[in-house]
């Protein structure tokens, strides 16, 4: 098929679609400014090769692209059921996505989260000063009158999951769940390497969903997707959901 066939089949596919859960990485927020990190010039790409790190704005200035706000417009269109994330850039809260549709698997750099209740603040919300507490991270150590959760008194901690640290269950458990579901799954920009949230498009593929992959990379589910985009984020999601728009419009 050529590319405007496959938009044409993915958009008849979500269209159709009763659960569409869909999974994004670092590469929906390329087209910010931000950096991937397994593309030709990623983040551990560059450090294989001995290299520094690729050039990226300060990420509090990083704004949602095309990408994100198209997927806002599926779901205001009725046809995202749910959104998984590996992204911590807070990028699909900051275009619209509420987070009773949204698991982020590896957290988000603007929130700290409750050990105790799992109850979210953002660092203002928690009256959480870096400079004096640092960055919250789960491996630090606790410091005497550090501020605690305002729900239930429970430690405080940086949502983001750095290597090492265990996903957050209620949103693994949401995002297993889900993805069990979805009669449609559409990997949008992961190279799904990192488990277990590249996980997600197994237990989709194999509980019977679709599985549409766009990404300029390889994945380990190439093999077994049923629609595969290598193509631009930005040139090929705008064109889907038009479709589905216009899908909508003829019904």
Excluded at 31 to 45: A, F, H, I, K, N
């Amino acid at each position: 098929m050529d590319l405007e066939e496959k938009i044409e089949l993915a958009s008849k596919w979500i269209y159709e679609s009763k659960n569409l859960v869909v999974f994004t990485g670092a590469g929906i927020s390329t087209e910010s400014g931000l950096p991937d990190y397994r593309g030709p010039d990623g983040v551990w790409t560059r450090r294989d090769k001995g290299l520094p790190p690729p050039k990226s704005p300060p990420w509090e200035l990083v704004k949602p692209n095309n990408g994100h706000f198209a997927l806002v417009e599926l779901l205001k269109l009725g046809k995202l059921d749910y959104l998984i994330s590996q992204n911590v850039d807070g990028l699909h809260a900051k275009s619209g996505i509420p987070f009773d549709k949204l698991s982020e698997l590896h957290g988000n750099m603007y929130f700290m989260k409750c050990l105790n209740c799992g109850k979210k603040f953002t660092f203002e919300e928690a009256g959480w000063d870096k400079k004096k507490w640092g960055p919250g991270y789960r491996t630090n150590s606790e410091k005497k009158g550090q501020p605690k959760c305002q729900n239930c008194g429970g430690r405080l901690i940086s949502s983001i999951v750095n290597f090492g640290d265990p996903l957050p269950m209620d949103e693994l458990d949401e995002a297993i769940q889900r993805s069990q579901s979805a009669d449609v799954f559409f990997v949008i920009g992961s190279s799904l390497v990192v488990t277990p949230a590249a996980n997600m498009p197994g237990i989709a593929y194999r509980s019977g969903s679709k599985l549409i992959i766009l990404n300029a990379g390889e994945t380990p589910y190439d093999d077994v997707a049923d629609l595969r985009f290598f193509d631009q984020i930005g040139d090929v999601l705008p064109s889907i959901i038009n479709k589905v728009k216009e899908l909508i419009a003829e019904n």
